[in-house]
């Protein structure tokens, strides 16, 4: 890390810089160096040999049964088989489900476009478990759609979903979201000028889209690439549901803490493998991005419509991405259904007592009633996920900002840092965070401080990632006009960079939310009386076989979360064409020659 006379001289940038090391250090290297000393009596009894000590702690997590046709190979494997497959599948769908929403003719209409992107979020604002529960209903043995075809085929249904392909499913139905949002912001940013000068020199659509619009794309799938296979090792709930006898390294490390093992030195050193393999992964990204240029804004006045994709593609990338939609619909469909009827398999006669029973509302003396059991969950996770969101989008931008635009002595550690703390699965922050702020100096245990402090460390570097993809397109030379004009780098940044970094911004505020609003690893340790979580809340109602009231609840919770995050969308749209309109009207009643001069710092140029 930079020492003291190696930090910038800008003192913005320096108290940016300042705050965001002594944030790390306090939330994420302090948690998680506490709980790693669960390793200390392990290393001891193996005579402070630490190989032997790993060994010990995890002696199967390599090995190749599987390949030597003696077993199954070991859960790093896994891991990394499945987290490779989940993060190509989705990032390419993701990829797809952004092009038709920006460029397709299919979707010209707003009507058309607002509907794709809204199937594209419906899996982002699910909370955990739910989808699996959805998937059990319809693709399990005893599933609708299972069912359906076993008698149309005449065959025994089968057990398919609970293994590999059962949680390749499920992660591609999840993760699809966090590409097409990081994709989506870098599409929108791509260069019009440049596409009409490719149509100038009579290329096709085809060619265009291959030789200027794919590879300027490249940073948006590289962090697409990089955020979904960081999501596949973290994510723990599907395997849970879905995994069987597939087994990962996040399922083994959560049972190392709560399960029959019980032991805290396993669960450390499995989250140690969990991080090297996520900071290998953001090495590799960083090797394919290379030192290459991909500036797509810059101080000239850019103008122009966006190039049409060819036809075919479009077809092609519509033929793509319907499997997909369909299976989303028809998830949703069962969720929202599920709520409704008596028992799902058994009676599909339709009542209202599950929804009465999570959501009861009643008059008392003039005055409305919540008499519903899941209401304090549910308000508790709006409010605090409300607090969170513009905190993750804040810090998101500043540490973007840092990574992307400022040089300092330790940068590519801090940025590594940043990456690690996504990385690090959630039960391994919330026991952390549970163990370390149970006490003084900072007793945050049991508080709604603490489950806002982990969706902040948790959701910010899938922000930041977008925010640096966003920054790689915009030419640094209005950086230094900026400087030239005398503005200091709050000016900069604040004048320049935010206007041009709002789809960034809205990307990380509505992911923050619905992440926080969705969370379940982490806060399974933090949550208490006062502040429990409405998907702390399901997993108790599944876990006590209450199917009804907990597709109940979660149907209403997706609705509740599409309603707001359509919101969200629709005001910064409508911010962002007012803001367009004022520009271009700033712009015709300004002398020519000024038109495009942006008015930085304190003096006009005018």
């Known amino acids: ?91 390419i769908l993701g990829a797809a489900l952004a092009l038709l ?14 509907l794709l992107r809204g199937v594209a979020m419906l899996p982002a604002i699910t909370p955990p478990f739910a989808v699996g529960l959805a998937l059990i209903l319809l693709l399990g043995r005893n599933g609708a759609i299972t069912q359906a075809v076993a008698e149309w085929l005449g065959v025994t249904p089968g057990r398919w979903l609970y293994g590999p392909l059962g949680l390749w499913l499920a992660q591609c139905l999840a993760f699809t979201p966090v590409a097409f949002l990081t994709v989506l912001g870098v599409v929108q940013r791509l260069p019009a000028v440049l596409e009409e000068a490719a149509a100038t020199l009579r290329a096709t659509h085809w060619q265009t889209f291959r030789t200027v619009t794919w590879p300027m794309m490249r940073p948006g799938l590289a962090n697409a690439l990089l955020l979904c296979f960081i999501e596949s090792l973290a994510d723990f709930g599907n395997p849970l549901v879905l995994g069987g006898n597939f087994r990962v390294l996040s399922s083994d490390l959560y049972f190392a803490v709560v399960g029959a093992e019980q032991d805290p030195g396993r669960a450390a050193a499995l989250a140690v493998w969990l991080l090297l393999m996520a900071l290998g992964a953001f090495a590799l990204q960083r090797r394919w991005l290379g030192e290459r240029s991909y500036v797509a804004v810059n101080g000239k006045g850019g103008g122009g419509r966006a190039a049409p994709l060819d036809a075919r593609l479009s077809w092609s990338l519509a033929a793509l991405v319907t499997p997909w939609c369909l299976l989303t619909l028809a998830v949703y469909g069962t969720l929202l259904a599920g709520g409704f009827v008596t028992l799902w398999g058994v009676d599909f006669h339709w009542t209202l007592a599950h929804l009465t029973d999570v959501f009861g509302v009643a008059m008392e003396d003039g005055a409305i009633s919540l008499t519903g059991q899941a209401w304090p969950s549910a308000l508790e996770t709006l409010r605090l996920s409300a607090i969170a969101a513009p905190l993750t989008a804040v810090a998101a931008v500043f540490g973007g900002w840092l990574i992307a635009r400022r040089q300092f002595a330790g940068r590519r550690w801090l940025e590594g840092a940043l990456v690690a703390a996504f990385a690090i699965p959630g039960t391994v922050i919330g026991l952390a965070y549970a163990q370390t702020f149970n006490a003084a100096p900072l007793a945050l245990t049991g508080t709604g401080a603490i489950l806002v402090l982990s969706f902040l460390f948790r959701n910010m570097p899938m922000g930041l990632r977008t925010t640096v993809g966003a920054l790689a397109q915009i030419d640094p030379s209005l950086d230094e006009a900026s400087a030239t004009l005398r503005a200091g780098s709050w000016t900069t940044l604040r004048r320049v960079l935010l206007p041009l970094l709002r789809p960034a911004c809205a990307a990380a505020l509505i992911y923050g939310f619905v992440r926080a609003a969705t969370a379940v690893s982490a806060v399974v340790f933090l949550v208490s009386a006062d502040h429990d979580l409405a998907t702390t809340y399901l997993i108790g109602l599944i876990s006590n076989g209450s199917y009804g009231p907990a597709l109940a609840y979660a149907g209403v919770l997706v609705v509740a979360l599409f309603a707001i995050v359509v919101s969200l969308e629709t005001a910064l749209r409508v911010s962002e064409a007012k803001r367009a309109r004022t520009m271009a009207s700033a712009i015709e009643s300004t002398p020519e020659g000024l038109g495009n001069t942006p008015r930085i710092g304190r003096k006009s140029l005018a």
């Open 101 to 114: 929403a920006t460029r397709s003719a299919l979707t010209r209409s707003r009507t058309g476009a607002a």
């Open 1 to 91: 890390m930079p020492t003291l006379a190696k930090l910038p001289h800008d003192g913005f940038t320096r108290g940016v810089l300042i705050a965001t090391v002594l944030a790390l250090g306090v939330f994420v290297a302090w948690p998680l160096a506490n709980s790693f000393f669960s390793l200390v009596p392990a290393w001891r009894n193996a005579g402070g040999d630490l190989p032997a000590a790993w060994a010990t702690l995890a002696p199967d997590v390599w090995r190749l049964g599987c390949v030597r046709g003696a077993g199954a190979c070991g859960s790093g494997w896994h891991s990394i088989a499945l987290g490779i497959a989940s993060a190509v599948t989705s990032t």
